[in-house]
């Protein structure tokens, strides 16, 4: 039995690799800096039979014959510097994926924004029509999430291989699909022209039908026009491959949406909170237009996944607040970046956000910490309201909205 250690094992990414490994025959390990027994995610991953260590090199030892890290572990990682030490293979994610995938039949979903709710729905669609298909997702698909299964994953017994393709580190470019979707594509991780560049290289490497986001829309009771857009989109491509557009459609009623798009985390004193991973400009636009066209007046707050994408899409972000605020009002409250360790530069703060917007007119708030958050949401919110939460990798966030709901305090 082949024995896989897997660095960074509690991400999303990484977890879901870690499963399929499991399911797949593979003994697997992990480690992970973040690491808490109590943590929802490691207690499904010991419950699948997942061997967790300290990230200190303990977890690698003469029998470990692979380690699989992404490209957020850095070169000085212990574990890393471990299976240099031994020699050993070290595969990046998407090379693990795509072994995992082998030659069977592959459907990847790429795109700036989306692509995790549209391999969510094609995965759902495909399993309630009887194709028993595998599935890579980045987030939990919430029909399937149930302790002790996470839910961002399905190891299937046939052929067709359903996987979310991730382009921030150009990963997506190792898989060779039978056919794909690109949803839409904006400034994230690379300027316009190489992004561009990248998915028509993407698009040539797929064998057979690739579609790209058109912006129809079709009706799911998810929350979002995007979700509306990403249905039609998974809709056209299941009716190309030969299903049955009724039932693809029945599917899609019965599809409860992805973990942190766009969550309802609970009501409190008849204001809804809402928690979703929106991060980059495109996907936080989205969101609050969503929510502000279904419920009026938004509080939103939002936590910087990076000192680097903040910096860079620093423009692109005062605009998205000013044109939200100057539509709909609100509230508008910045955590400080989330800092996960490693070495970073901190050219931008999340001060230097907030000083933008309030020199824009807009009343944007820098809070401290949570407690601060939830003082100033206490103070702000009024029955009828959505508190919008945003931000990516923290995983305090949704911790946040559901305890917010739990100890709500009526000022």
Excluded at 295 to 316: C, E
Aim: with cysteine; proline share 4%.
């Amino acid at each position: 039995m082949r024995h896989v250690h897997f660095i960074g094992i509690g991400g999303v990414g990484m977890n879901g690799l870690a499963q399929l490994a499991a399911q797949s025959g593979y003994r697997v390990s992990g480690s992970d800096r973040a690491y808490s027994s109590d943590a929802w995610i490691f207690q499904c991953l010991k419950k699948a039979g997942i061997e967790l260590f300290a990230q200190d090199g303990s977890g690698i030892t003469s029998e470990t014959d692979a380690v699989v890290y992404s490209t957020a572990i850095e070169s000085d990682n212990p574990d890393l510097q471990q299976a240099a030490a031994r020699n050993l293979p070290r595969l990046h994610r998407s090379e693990f994926l795509k072994e995992l995938v082998g030659d069977r039949e592959l459907i990847a979903v790429a795109g700036t924004a989306g692509k995790t709710t549209t391999t969510g729905m094609l995965g759902w669609i495909f399993e309630s029509l009887g194709f028993d298909p595998s599935v890579y997702s980045g987030a939990a698909i919430l029909n399937w999430k149930k302790f002790p299964v996470p839910g961002n994953i399905r190891k299937g017994n046939s052929d067709l291989w359903i996987i979310e393709a991730d382009e921030s580190d150009k990963s997506f470019l190792n898989f060779h699909p039978a056919h794909s979707i690109i949803t839409n594509i904006s400034r994230d991780h690379y300027e316009l022209d190489e992004l561009n560049a990248m998915f028509n290289q993407f698009e040539a490497q797929t064998a057979g039908t690739t579609l790209r986001g058109s912006g129809k829309r079709i009706p799911v009771p998810t929350l979002g026009k995007h979700d509306e857009e990403n249905a039609a989109t998974a809709l056209e491509l299941c009716v190309k491959l030969g299903l049955n557009e009724t039932d693809v459609r029945k599917a899609l009623s019965a599809f409860k949406g992805i973990e942190r798009r766009l969550e309802i985390a609970g009501k409190t004193n008849e204001i809804t909170v809402i928690d979703d991973y929106a991060h980059n400009p495109a996907k936080m636009a989205s969101a609050l237009s969503s929510i502000a066209d279904r419920f009026g007046t938004v509080h939103a707050f939002w936590r910087p996944h990076g000192f680097g994408p903040l910096a860079q899409s620093l423009a692109d972000f005062t605009e998205v607040f000013s044109n939200h605020w100057k539509k709909s009002g609100g509230s508008i409250f910045i955590l400080p970046v989330y800092y996960a360790g490693g070495t970073v530069t901190r050219s931008v703060e999340s001060a230097d956000l907030v000083d933008r917007l309030n020199s824009a007119g807009v009343p944007a708030v820098a809070v401290a910490d949570y407690p601060a958050l939830k003082s100033e949401l206490e103070t702000a919110a009024r029955p009828g309201d959505a508190i919008l939460g945003m931000g990516a990798r923290d995983p305090q966030l949704p911790l946040f909205a559901r305890h917010l709901v739990k100890e709500w305090t009526t000022t």
